[in-house]
């Protein structure tokens, strides 16, 4: 307190560099806590995704639309691929307890206060398992 109360004037522009590195330290923080935020979202998203394709066995017309209902949560586009082993190329069928991955991709830009802007690529695994058991 003391520091405070003296009427010299050299803690005006110490106080004022110290209040610069602190409010830059917080700049720096959120926008670190805003990515890792994203990409939480983003493993959600593939989780999701993942599960909805154990279930269904097969990546067709419904997966395409549970995804474009995940993307229209993100504010960004996102990019889906699935690496399986199809049962049926054509029908993409995946086999019981076969092993597929699903990847999303998203790429966001962050910045402070729109002055600096570092694009950044997010992706997301997600590994799983076919339920369904298709006849060969």
């Not at 691929?81 to 019981?96: F, G, N, R, V």
């Amino acid at each position: 307190m003391k520091i405070l109360k003296d009427r010299r004037g050299d803690f005006t522009i110490n106080g004022a560099l110290i209040l610069l590195l602190v409010m830059v330290l917080l700049v720096i923080f959120l926008t670190t806590i805003s990515i890792g935020v994203q990409s939480a979202k983003l493993n959600a998203a593939a989780s999701e995704l993942t599960r909805f394709i154990e279930i269904r066995g097969k990546v067709d017309a419904a997966v395409t639309t549970e995804f474009e209902r995940l993307t229209s949560k993100f504010g960004n586009e996102l990019s889906l691929t699935i690496d399986a082993d199809y049962l049926s190329s054509s029908e993409k069928t995946i086999q019981y307890g076969d092993a597929f991955t699903v990847t999303l991709t998203e790429q966001i830009t962050i910045g402070a206060g729109g002055i600096v802007g570092i694009p950044i690529t997010l992706t997301a695994d997600s590994p799983g398992r076919s339920e369904q058991y298709w006849k060969s």
